[in-house]
């Protein structure tokens, strides 16, 4: 027994040697890299600050929203434009094409294929590999190796087999090597076209009700929750489970906790605490099943081309429903006919498009692109004058020459009046402090908050934020959104950086966008080239 004991010492020690740097000192984890941040490609810095939150003016219209406060915001990134039709076209065509590709590699063992070479190959492996290979010409399936291989162009006499790894990392979801007009694609993907009956004039066009897109997202609110869990005395293990049935536990689960979404039973909350020699315990609480805050939706990602018809009754606005979206002309402004579930959505996908060419290229992930707070949204538009009304200051909507400042309605029936009939171009007008654009009119802009009234009388301080995910079951009153910064249709009241209204988050219309906001890792000074690295000096120095 002494042996053994001294063995299981030797090994203890054997580890933390393996691990010490050698000095005997406190050291940290070496090797680790150095993280310098980077601004997001069409993002702008917006460093950590206070400001005073809410009206700083009477309330004109009574919506009893005036009481202010002061509240500190963290640094954070943000888009210098509203989110634009080509840039969310570019998330709309990866569905599609997603899709696509999903379907060929489906379908594709029970086609036949020819490659560039003019040989008949029939997919044996498992067709996740197919779409874009089939333009190389150097690759083939040998039917005497039951399998894919490739051969050097200069030497056709030599050959080497492919894994179905390989060939995963050769052909990935892309069509670059191979147009979607092939004539053995084609019978594949017919079903994401519009049906012969519902085409206008026999035009073979794609059925915007297919582009579903499937994500997930963690419910960290829910997450952070802690659940009561069995805290035993001695004749009980620490999962809770009887080893004397004459004894009782001292804290019982009156039941077992239930999905937040699904209402399903998910078990009870472990105690991962250890009872020492006296009977203490230290109660560390931990959840037995993660997968419950892992969130799974699908959503349709087109844009809803027909709110220019159903916002505004006995008015002609067809002409923007026909062409908005897909046309050239209007790729520069700014996407709407977006949903509140929508926006988030994209938000998902941009992060992992991000994350994945990161993580490609040997670097570190980043925070996720999200939807700003209401508190975040007023910060940025702000743009660093604290007390002013206005992106632009105030307190004028025009400048000296008359000219105004942003996109509204200016006067009754007077929507051109500041160069602008519907939206304009997202980089219209002049940028605000930080460098933000059309941060007051043009479209509204979806923000993550939820809407409540009274939210500055109970939110915190801190990086104010109140969040809450509605059910299809719950009332529409708890599923409105803040939207801020006013649209092309408001009034210059809404142009406020204060100014603060709701819309249903399943809802769309056609004068309302988005932009993304990333949280900065590090200290969020106002001095961007501080940040990062990995000096041990403190970040602030005193002069």
């Not at 499937?214 to 997450?223: F, G, Q, S, V």
């Not at 099943?289 to 018809?309: H, K, M």
């Not at 930080?434 to 509204?444: D, F, H, I, R, S």
């Not at 990333?518 to 106002?526: D, E, P, V």
């Amino acid at each position: 027994m002494k042996k053994l004991l001294f063995l299981v010492v030797v090994g203890i020690a054997a580890v933390f040697t393996a691990c010490d740097s050698g000095t005997g000192h406190l050291t940290g984890v070496q090797g680790r890299r150095v993280y310098y941040p980077e601004i997001p490609l069409g993002m702008v810095y917006i460093p950590s600050g206070s400001y005073t939150m809410g009206n700083g003016d009477q309330d004109v219209p009574f919506l009893h929203q005036a009481r202010s406060k002061v509240v500190s915001i963290p640094a954070f990134y943000m888009d210098q434009t509203e989110i634009t039709n080509n840039e969310y076209r570019e998330f709309v065509y990866w569905v599609r094409d997603s899709i696509m590709l999903e379907k060929v590699y489906a379908n594709a063992p029970n086609a036949s294929w020819t490659n560039n070479m003019g040989n008949n190959i029939q997919p044996t492996l498992e067709p996740g590999v197919l779409a874009d290979m089939l333009s190389y010409p150097d690759i083939y399936y040998d039917e005497t190796q039951q399998a894919w291989v490739s051969f050097d162009p200069n030497d056709p006499y030599s050959s080497s087999g492919l894994s179905e790894q390989q060939m995963r990392q050769l052909f990935p979801l892309s069509w670059k090597m191979r147009g979607i007009k092939d004539e053995q694609i084609i019978p594949l993907i017919s079903d994401m076209y519009l049906r012969p009956n519902e085409r206008w004039y026999k035009r073979r066009e794609i059925d915007t009700r297919k582009l579903n897109f499937r994500y997930y997202w963690i419910d960290l609110p829910e997450a952070a929750k802690k659940g009561r869990v069995n805290i035993v005395r001695n004749g009980y293990d620490n999962q809770g489970n009887y080893t004397n049935p004459n004894l009782e536990p001292q804290h019982r689960d009156l039941k077992n906790p239930e999905h937040p979404f699904t209402g399903e039973p998910v078990g009870q909350d472990l105690d991962q605490g250890y009872f020492n020699k006296k009977g203490q315990n230290n109660a560390i609480r931990s959840h037995e099943d993660r997968s419950r805050f892992i969130i799974q939706e699908e959503i349709n990602v087109y844009p809803d081309t027909l709110c220019w018809v159903r916002d505004f009754t006995y008015s002609f606005n067809d002409p923007m429903t026909n062409m908005y979206f897909w046309h050239p002309a209007y790729d520069n402004y700014p996407v709407i006919g977006i949903t509140w579930v929508q926006a988030r959505a994209f938000c998902v996908w941009r992060t992992q498009k991000l994350n994945n060419w990161l993580e490609g290229m040997g670097a570190l992930w980043v925070q996720d692109f999200r939807l700003p707070t209401e508190g975040e949204w007023e910060y940025g538009a702000r743009g660093d004058l604290k007390d002013s009304p206005y992106p632009w200051g105030g307190p004028y909507i025009r400048n000296s020459a008359g000219c105004m400042l942003g996109n509204f309605k200016p006067m009754r029936g007077r929507y051109f009046d500041d160069g602008g009939f519907y939206p304009v171009k997202a980089y219209s007008y002049n940028p605000n402090g930080y460098g933000l654009y059309c941060m007051a009119g043009n479209v509204a802009e979806w923000t993550e908050t939820a809407y409540d009234e009274s939210v500055y009388e109970f939110s915190h301080d801190l990086s104010p934020e109140y969040r809450y995910y509605a059910m299809d079951w719950d009332p529409p009153s708890m599923k409105r959104k803040v939207i801020r910064g006013g649209s092309w249709k408001d009034i210059g009241f809404y142009l406020q950086t204060s100014s603060r209204t709701y819309e249903y988050q399943d809802t769309s219309k056609s004068y309302i966008g988005f932009r993304c906001v990333q949280s900065h890792i590090g200290r969020g000074g106002r001095d961007f080239s501080r940040e990062g690295g990995e000096e041990l000096r403190s970040d602030i120095e005193l002069r």
